[in-house]
């Protein structure tokens, strides 16, 4: 069976599987590896984690923009045209979105270099030592950034095609090299025969390694595209020019739903880190190390979270409204469940992930106080994603804004402010933003079903005879 055929036809869960399988082992691995990395960065010093904290909601913000945005978009897009056999239509897409990704990294590299250090002391003022390491760990990690930009539209539009395994491996190949590369680039030698290997650039290396690792990975993604292989095609027939308009609309469109929510978030993280800088420095670095395990659950949705937004986008042209609800329901299942034990270990034992970054009481403490009153929001976020990127399939992706962005804003952003400052400790906050998300959740949750329900019972009257 071929792959846009297991999108349409046969078992939901062999569906499922083709792209979320593939594409779990590759989140899993770039999970342990971001950890691992992490750790690397801690074991520099104090100022050194604390500065990748604060490069953390940048980073992040631009990742959602690119890689949750523009290759959704993609991937959406190439998932309804190769679905329907429309080959020139699919290649063009992917063009379209590798000129939007070089274009759009491209601003975001020089709003970093140009900006990046007044945008980072918003965070944390009074420190110049720590934005200063900041910084550069940002400069040599955007300077780059839009080599990585296209390589991750080409793996979106892999996945768009069914085909989830060839990025899988070059993911791992690139975050095996990240994790040899970092050691070497930000140590000094021990003194032993290989001293020459290590290049003791501290923070600096740390971003080059990575930089190193993921330019790979474009690399030996470029070249299938050049090949055609995996699914992917060049332009090899002109279609009109209002047919390209249309595409280009359906990828921006998309693209731009698919950032904001995750957009918003991390630009509201960035200023709830800035407030509870006030507090002490330690509320800021366990609420940042908090939000990096919350990313790592975020990371090991989305597999689940695209597959099933693929599939719905599959069907959606055949009008297989069964199918899709079938796969909404199956993801929601799996997610609940992850989510669930993942979340109810922290609540309990949240100690053991703050020991691997610093033996320092008071973010035990403070991170102990996150995961406790704010263990809502961890377990319902991805379940928010995931209802966000069904819409995406279904090419409704406003529908769920008024709730997401609502709950972003106001329970994130404006209720941290307010709260933190009233009562001068962030329990409050963190209670609110449990409550927040689950609430989105839930409208969000309702309205899918509404709107699908909706859908199946507008088709079946225009396909009613007539009298």
Same mark, same amino acid.
């Given at each position: 069976?071929? @792959?846009?055929?297991?999108?349409?036809?046969?078992?939901?869960?062999?569906?499922?599987?083709?792209?979320?399988?593939?594409?779990?082992?590759?989140?899993?691995?770039?999970?342990?590896?971001?950890?691992?990395?992490?750790?690397?960065?801690?074991?520099?010093?104090?100022?050194?984690?604390?500065?990748?904290?604060?490069?953390?909601?940048?980073?992040?913000?631009?990742?959602?923009?690119?890689?949750?945005?523009?290759?959704?978009? =993609?991937?959406?897009?190439?998932?309804?045209?190769?679905?329907?056999?429309? +080959?020139? +239509?699919?290649?063009?897409?992917?063009?379209?979105?590798?000129?939007?990704?070089?274009?759009?990294?491209?601003?975001?590299?020089?709003?970093?270099?140009?900006?990046?250090?007044?945008?980072?002391?918003?965070?944390?003022?009074? &420190?110049?030592?720590?934005?200063?390491?900041?910084?550069?760990?940002?400069?040599?990690?955007?300077?780059?950034?839009?080599?990585?930009?296209?390589?991750?539209?080409?793996?979106?539009?892999?996945?768009?095609?069914?085909?989830?395994?060839?990025?899988?491996?070059?993911?791992?190949?690139?975050? $095996?090299? @990240?994790? $040899?590369?970092?050691?070497?680039?930000?140590?000094e030698s021990s003194g032993a025969w290989y001293s020459s290997l290590?290049?003791?650039?501290?923070?600096?290396?740390?971003?080059?390694?990575?930089?190193?690792?993921?330019?790979?990975?474009?690399?030996?993604?470029?070249?299938?595209?050049? +090949?055609?292989?995996?699914?992917?095609?060049?332009?090899?027939?002109?279609?009109?020019?209002?047919?390209?308009?249309?595409?280009?609309?359906?990828?921006?469109?998309?693209?731009?739903?698919?950032?904001?929510?995750?957009?918003?978030?991390?630009?509201?993280?960035?200023?709830?880190?800035?407030?509870?800088?006030?507090?002490?420095?330690?509320?800021?670095?366990?609420?940042?190390?908090?939000?990096?395990?919350?990313?790592?659950?975020?990371?090991?949705?989305?597999?689940?979270?695209?597959?099933?937004?693929?599939?719905?986008?599959?069907?959606?042209?055949?009008?297989?409204?069964?199918?899709?609800?079938?796969?909404?329901?199956?993801?929601?299942?799996?997610?609940?469940?992850?989510?669930?034990?993942?979340?109810?270990?922290?609540?309990?034992?949240?100690?053991?992930?703050?020991?691997?970054?610093?033996?320092?009481?008071?973010?035990?403490?403070?991170?102990?106080?996150?995961?406790?009153?704010?263990?809502? &929001?961890?377990i319902f976020i991805p379940l928010c994603i995931m209802i966000n990127?069904?819409?995406?399939?279904?090419?409704?992706?406003?529908?769920?804004?008024?709730?997401?962005?609502?709950? =972003?804003?106001?329970?994130?952003?404006?209720?941290?402010?307010?709260?933190?400052?009233?009562?001068? @400790?962030?329990?409050?906050?963190?209670?609110?933003?449990?409550?927040?998300?689950?609430?989105?959740?839930?409208?969000?949750?309702?309205?899918?079903?509404?709107?699908?329900?909706?859908? +199946?019972?507008?088709?079946?009257?225009?396909?009613?005879?007539?009298?």
């Open positions: 069976m071929k @792959n846009k055929q297991i999108l349409t036809e046969g078992s939901i869960v062999k569906a499922l599987a083709s792209i979320a399988v593939p594409m779990f082992i590759m989140m899993f691995t770039a999970i342990c590896f971001s950890w691992l990395d992490a750790w690397y960065i801690a074991k520099l010093g104090d100022a050194e984690l604390t500065a990748i904290d604060i490069s953390f909601p940048l980073i992040t913000f631009s990742s959602s923009v690119i890689y949750g945005g523009l290759g959704t978009g =993609v991937s959406a897009a190439i998932a309804a045209y190769s679905s329907s056999d429309k +080959h020139a +239509h699919t290649a063009t897409g992917l063009r379209l979105g590798m000129w939007l990704a070089f274009f759009i990294s491209v601003l975001i590299t020089l709003v970093v270099i140009f900006a990046g250090r007044p945008i980072l002391a918003q965070q944390l003022i009074d &420190h110049p030592e720590i934005i200063e390491l900041s910084y550069t760990y940002c400069f040599w990690y955007f300077l780059p950034f839009p080599i990585m930009g296209v390589g991750a539209v080409i793996a979106s539009a892999m996945r768009g095609t069914g085909n989830a395994v060839r990025p899988m491996v070059y993911s791992l190949i690139s975050m $095996v090299l @990240n994790a $040899v590369l970092t050691p070497l680039f930000c140590y290590f290049l003791d650039m501290g923070i600096k290396g740390a971003a080059l390694s990575t930089v190193a690792a993921y330019s790979l990975m474009t690399l030996l993604l470029v070249l299938d595209f050049f +090949h055609e292989r995996q699914g992917l095609k060049k332009c090899t027939s002109k279609i009109q020019n209002d047919e390209k308009q249309e595409i280009f609309k359906r990828i921006i469109s998309t693209s731009c739903i698919a950032a904001l929510v995750p957009a918003c978030t991390n630009f509201t993280i960035g200023i709830s880190q800035a407030i509870l800088a006030n507090l002490s420095p330690a509320t800021l670095d366990a609420y940042s190390l908090s939000k990096r395990y919350e990313q790592f659950l975020i990371m090991l949705a989305i597999p689940v979270c695209a597959a099933n937004m693929i599939i719905i986008s599959a069907n959606l042209g055949r009008d297989n409204y069964s199918r899709i609800k079938e796969s909404f329901i199956l993801s929601f299942k799996v997610l609940l469940t992850i989510n669930l034990v993942l979340g109810l270990f922290m609540f309990f034992k949240s100690e053991l992930w703050f020991q691997s970054f610093t033996q320092n009481n008071e973010i035990f403490t403070e991170g102990s106080e996150y995961f406790k009153y704010a263990i809502l &929001h961890v990127f069904a819409f995406q399939g279904l090419s409704t992706p406003a529908r769920p804004l008024p709730f997401t962005l609502g709950s =972003v804003f106001i329970f994130q952003g404006a209720a941290c402010y307010f709260l933190v400052q009233h009562f001068q @400790n962030s329990k409050e906050f963190y209670l609110t933003l449990g409550i927040g998300t689950f609430l989105a959740f839930s409208f969000c949750f309702l309205l899918f079903f509404k709107d699908l329900k909706s859908m +199946h019972i507008k088709k079946a009257g225009a396909l009613k005879p007539q009298p």
